[in-house]
Each structure stands twice: as C-alpha cells, then as structure tokens.
C-alpha cells in the first residue's frame, strides 16, 4: 500500500499570502488528520476530517481551515500568513474508526516558510 | 486544556542500556496512549500503543501504563545507536477523539 502523501514537500511565502496544502492518505482510510509541527511548540493538533466532515478541531484561528473531499484527500487552507505560521505541517491518515482509529499514519510533511 | 507532558531531555544512554521515557497526562479519562519516534528530519512512526494497565511488550519495547497515576512509560532495552530519535508520547480521549502528542523526550545512545 502507498504511504500518506503529502505536496508540496516545501513552500515559500510572503506574509498576508495563502496557502493550501494537499494531502491523500493511505488507500482506506477515511480519517484525516493535520498537526503543525515547530521546534518550541512541538506537534499541535489543527484538525481531523472523516468522510468528508470536521470531527474534532484544535486551538487554531479561523485561518487555518480544511475540507476533506469524497475519496478522502484532504487539503488544508492557511489565509493571510504571518510569519509564526511557518512550520512543518503534518499530514496523518487513520481507519478512522474502532479500536485502530487513533493509529495514525504521518506523511512527509509540507515544510512552509514565510517571509 | 488536555495536556500531555514529557521531559524534554535530551536523555543519553549508553548502548546497550535501558533507556526509560516518561509521560504524564492530565485527562483521568484518558483511553488510548501511543508512542511514536521521529528521527530527524523524519515523520513520527508508531511504535506501541497501550490501552490497558499494566506492561505490553513488543520486541525490546515495552511500553507502562499506570491510569491512577496517569502515566505512562517506555522502555527500550538493549538500547542502540540506531535507537537515537524524539520519542513522542501521545494520547486520545475516545476512538473518536484527536490525539493529542506530548513535546517529545529526545534519546541519544552513545557507542
């Protein structure tokens, strides 16, 4: 089975831009989930997407948004970047329910930096 | 706020060693507890997961799980060069929550 997959793998933007990121997880699984890594903050939770509607959400403002489409590839949407935005984003599929659900599944990530 | 702590570290161990990782956690009705490693310039991989009390053991991970004390430990015995990573403690809620991940606990092994 292929691994989640991530694009881009590296993204370069300007404060005030947006951005979206893609992800499409392991073929299966119907559970989405997107963490935003940094150096001081470690992983923090975004969002989790199953079929097609948000399940749970973390602390993030309304600029980060997702949706998660039919074949459950998700993408993720930040607006008006700043700069504290740049970081590793980290995409983790799941079954997405019973007993393995909260076994995820990381992609590479997409690593944003905005200047 | 659900929180999960880990000692940030870094740990080194020589090979060889028990290398000993903690997380503590602050939701009593906590479920699951997972840890993942992540070396770097890596993505975190799963390595165990644990749902009940008491010791699960995989290989020469094993993994503790105290709910009273709302800890959970990892083991690495036979600690290796190639055992050097962030080990990420991480935990859920209910099937259906979102896992939340601990800051991590760097290990080095030193040959």
């Known amino acids: 089975k292929a691994g989640v997959t991530q694009t881009p793998r590296y993204l370069i933007k300007t404060r005030g831009q947006q951005v979206t990121l893609s992800c499409s997880p392991i073929s299966g699984h119907r559970s989405v989930s997107w963490y935003q890594q940094t150096p001081g903050q470690g992983l923090q939770f975004l969002f989790e997407?199953?079929?097609?509607?948000?399940?749970n959400k973390g602390n993030f403002p309304g600029r980060f948004s997702g949706r998660q489409f039919s074949n459950s590839r998700s993408e993720m949407n930040v607006s008006t970047l700043e700069l504290g935005d740049s970081a590793l984003y980290l995409c983790?599929?799941?079954?997405?329910?019973?007993?393995?659900?909260?076994?995820?599944?990381f992609g590479s990530g997409t690593q944003l930096s905005v200047l | 706020q659900k929180e999960v702590e880990q000692n940030s570290g870094p740990l080194s161990v020589p090979e060889g060693a028990i290398a000993s990782l903690n997380c503590t956690y602050s939701d009593r009705g906590s479920q699951s507890f997972f840890w993942y490693r992540q070396y770097s310039g890596k993505s975190p991989e799963l390595i165990m997961s644990i749902y009940s009390n008491g010791d699960k053991e995989d290989g020469r991970f094993t993994a503790q799980l105290n709910k009273a004390s709302q800890y959970v430990s990892l083991l690495i015995r036979d600690s290796q060069p190639s055992d050097s990573a962030t080990y990420l403690c991480?935990?859920?809620?209910?099937?259906?929550?979102?896992?939340?991940f601990g800051p991590g606990t760097s290990l080095s092994v030193i040959p």
């Open positions: 983790a599929s799941s079954e997405g329910q019973g007993a393995t659900n909260e076994k995820l599944f």
């Open positions: 997407y199953f079929s097609e509607t948000q399940r």
């Open positions: 991480a935990v859920s809620w209910t099937s259906y929550d979102k896992v939340i």
